[in-house]
């Protein structure tokens, strides 16, 4: 992992005027460090109103495995003009993007989604390698 100046690295207490200003800054630091962040989930209380957001290195979790489907079949599918119709499976080639990384930054929203955020979990620890500075 690289070394990120003190100043740009998060910590647990911090505090930001709103929530989006505190995930600018996740974002300026996982830039420093080689990784891309992404939103991920919202807790809210039995009010709705919203209390914790997490945000999460972009090779968190893992994708589910889809069964293949078949293709709706069209008109022209159905009569290719010697009565024969076709159905066929879409397979899709997707690059493996989820590891399971575990780096993560959590905000407790202090006045829910629209006032001041603190940093109260921070886990800068990822199970990859960093993409480096070019």
């Known amino acids: 992992m690289r070394v990120v100046e003190h100043k740009f690295r998060p910590t647990i207490g911090a505090v930001f005027a709103s929530l989006e200003a505190g995930i600018k800054f996740y974002e300026v630091y996982a830039r420093a460090c080689g990784f891309t962040p ?22 968190q979790g893992f994708r589910e495995s889809k069964p293949k489907q078949n293709a709706p079949v069209t ?19 997707v690059k493996i993007t989820r590891i399971g990384c575990r780096a993560y930054v959590r905000f407790a929203l202090l006045h829910g989604l629209d006032g001041p955020a603190m940093i109260d979990e921070f886990s800068q620890v990822h199970n990859h390698r960093l993409t480096s500075r070019t």
Do not use: P, W, Y
């Open 38 to 59: 992404r939103k991920h989930s919202t807790k809210t209380l039995r009010g709705g109103v919203a209390h914790q957001k997490f945000i999460v290195c972009n090779r």
């Open 75 to 93: 008109k022209d599918d159905e009569n290719m003009g010697d009565g024969s119709s076709t159905a066929s499976t879409i397979t899709r080639r």
